[in-house]
């Protein structure tokens, strides 16, 4: 998949932090005692999933699939430390073509995976999410993004 091609979602910090409180509100009342964040996606999900479940042991593994705008092969560059367990809760940002889920779900078979986006491919992989994102939308989330001056329409702008 690549950025030229595919409509775009973006995503404003509040708009992120709100679907992540929502995912939270799915989960309460599940005991967790620990999170592993997807890296890089899932570390900001994580952590606030963890403040508002109250889950103090994270950690993370750390996946690359996406080189810039292009999805390509599976690389585990850091294995979490955390054992499998039935309370361990596994957070990313999005689940897109379920490469990674596929993963996720091999390398720790009972525990809990959340995303706050899912496309069509991925979301039969997760257990809770919050947004469903078409399979062909590129998503621009908040910390890929700078805030800049927008120029007027009356002055070209958009």
């Not at 361990?88 to 993963?103: F, N, R, S």
């Not at 078979?109 to 994102?133: N, S």
């Amino acid at each position: 998949m690549s950025l030229a091609s595919n409509k775009m979602f973006y995503v404003s910090w509040e708009a992120f932090h709100r679907a992540t409180k929502e995912l939270a509100h799915q989960l309460v009342g599940q005991n967790f005692n620990a999170i592993v964040a997807v890296s890089r996606g899932g570390l900001v999900p994580a952590a606030i999933l963890a403040r508002e479940l109250n889950i103090r042991v994270l950690d993370s593994i750390c996946i690359a699939s996406y080189q810039h705008d292009q999805q390509g092969s599976l690389s585990v560059l850091k294995d979490a430390q955390l054992s499998d367990s039935a309370q361990l809760l596994i957070v990313d940002d999005l689940v897109d073509t379920g490469e990674t889920a596929k993963a996720l779900r091999e390398r720790f078979p009972t525990a809990r995976f959340v995303t706050v986006y899912a496309k069509p491919q991925g979301k039969p992989l997760v257990d809770h999410y919050v947004t469903d994102i078409e399979q062909d939308t590129w998503i621009q989330l908040p910390w890929d993004m700078e805030l800049a001056y927008s120029k007027p329409l009356v002055e070209g702008g958009e």
